[in-house]
């Protein structure tokens, strides 16, 4: 699990052109919720480049006014031209509460079916899914040594302890697709 270190500070005012005055200033307002008590703080822009941009899944050790507090982003807001950060969402970790978050796939092993000139397609880069932030894992591991060609691996064949898969259950993670060299090589075959 990646954890990143940020800083910020309280914001004394919360409104509109209190967020317009800290955007200019460089800093994003952000929130942080999900324990007892929302706290509305700024940080700098470039602090969410380690957050926002990876892979990865990623915990924030979020320290305002020297309190420290284990979140995970929750949701962006971008400007619709600029594309600069406007504001941020934080969803406080606490340990005895369960977290609903994306975690991305790693496709290993060697498909048979794209040895014989199938096709390996990703239908999903990440899954949704629910649990303890101690047992959510870093990524999850799609096994495709075994798929050969007009097979899948569906969400309902994934099963890790102690988290639950939100997604829906029938939908399709990877597949091995017949491509037109398979085909032709089918008929050929026949003849």
Do not use: W
Request: glycine share 8%; aromatic share 6%.
């Amino acid at each position: 699990m990646k954890i990143v270190s940020m800083s910020g500070s309280l914001r004394e005012n919360v409104g509109k052109k209190d967020a317009k005055a800290c955007r200019n200033s460089g800093k994003v307002p952000c929130v942080l919720y999900g324990g007892t008590d929302q706290i509305h703080f700024v940080t700098d822009e470039k602090e969410f480049k380690d957050v926002i941009f990876t892979p990865e899944v990623c915990f924030v050790d979020l320290t305002i006014n020297e309190k420290t507090y284990r979140a995970t982003l929750k949701d962006v807001q971008y400007h619709p031209v600029s594309d600069k950060i406007l504001h941020v969402d934080f969803l406080e970790i606490i340990e005895s509460k369960p977290i609903v978050m994306y975690v991305p796939l790693k496709v290993t092993g060697t498909s048979p079916g794209v040895l014989r000139g199938g096709k390996l397609v990703k239908k999903m880069r990440r899954l949704k899914v629910k649990g303890l932030s101690n047992v959510l894992p870093d990524f999850i591991n799609i096994d495709i040594s075994k798929l050969d060609i007009g097979d899948s691996t569906k969400v309902n064949q994934i099963a890790l302890e102690g988290v639950e898969f939100l997604d829906v259950a029938t939908s399709i993670v990877v597949t091995v697709l017949t491509t037109r060299g398979v085909e032709e090589a089918a008929t050929d075959g026949k003849k």
